[in-house]
Nanobody, 120 residues
């Protein structure tokens, strides 16, 4: 079992910044994909950014150049630095980890989400 806890959400003005954190506890395998997703009211959950165990990152086009995903392996933590925030970034942001064990079984865990509101 893996537990994920997000923090760092809040209310920020357009153009502002926030840093989200995701604290992971439990058994994390050597190979994994961690990511940030978001879901705005009335919309489907969408992928924001991912980071794999080797360190490679990917971003949704809508956040490229503004958001940065990172991790701290020693602390089992993942972060999302969000700059130049726009009202359309308003959503609940979720932390996710996908893993596969040595016999091919897949695991998929989610945090409870943290609200980000961008408004003047």
């Amino acid at each position: 079992q893996v537990q994920l806890v997000e923090s760092g959400g809040g209310l920020v003005q357009p153009g502002g910044s926030l840093r989200l954190s995701c604290a992971a506890s439990g058994s994390i395998f050597r190979f994994y994909v961690m990511g940030w997703y978001r879901q705005a009211p009335g919309k489907q959950r969408e992928l924001v950014a991912t980071i794999i165990s080797g360190g490679m990152t990917t971003y949704a086009d809508s956040v490229k150049g503004r958001f940065t995903i990172s991790r701290d392996n020693a602390k089992n933590a993942m972060f999302l630095q969000m700059n130049s925030l726009k009202p359309e970034d308003t959503a609940v942001y979720y932390c996710n980890i996908k893993m596969r064990d040595g016999v091919g079984r897949s695991y998929d865990y989610w945090g409870q989400g943290t609200q980000v509101t961008v408004s003047s």
